[in-house]
C-alpha cells in the first residue's frame, strides 16, 4: 500500500514538471503575417519551423504561425518586407 502511495505521488510531481514545459512550448509560438518584396516564398517560413495558416490573393504575403526566436531571422531575410 505504502508503494502505491509513493508511486502514485512520483507520478503527480513528475507530471506536474512537464506540464509548463508543454505550455511554454505552445506559448513560443507567433502567428505573424508574413509580407514579401515580389513573390512569396514558402521555403523561407519552413527554414524557420514555420507553418503557413494562409495565402493572400492580391498582396505577396502569407499568414504562418513561426517560433518566437524566428521572427528576428524572417526580418534578416533579404525577400521579407
Do not use: C, H, W, Y
Not at 505552445?26 to 508574413?34: F, L, Y
Not at 503557413?52 to 531571422?73: D, W
Amino acid at each position: 500500500m505504502k508503494k502505491q502511495l509513493l508511486l502514485g505521488l512520483l507520478s503527480l510531481v513528475l507530471m506536474l514538471t512537464l506540464i509548463p514545459s508543454i505550455v511554454n512550448a505552445q506559448a513560443s509560438e507567433e502567428r505573424v503575417i508574413v509580407l514579401f518584396k515580389s513573390k512569396v516564398d514558402k521555403t523561407a517560413i519552413g527554414k524557420v519551423k514555420g507553418k503557413v495558416k494562409g495565402e493572400f490573393k492580391n498582396v505577396p504575403a502569407l499568414a504562418v504561425t513561426v517560433p518566437s526566436t524566428a521572427i528576428v531571422a524572417l526580418k534578416k531575410n533579404p525577400n521579407v518586407k
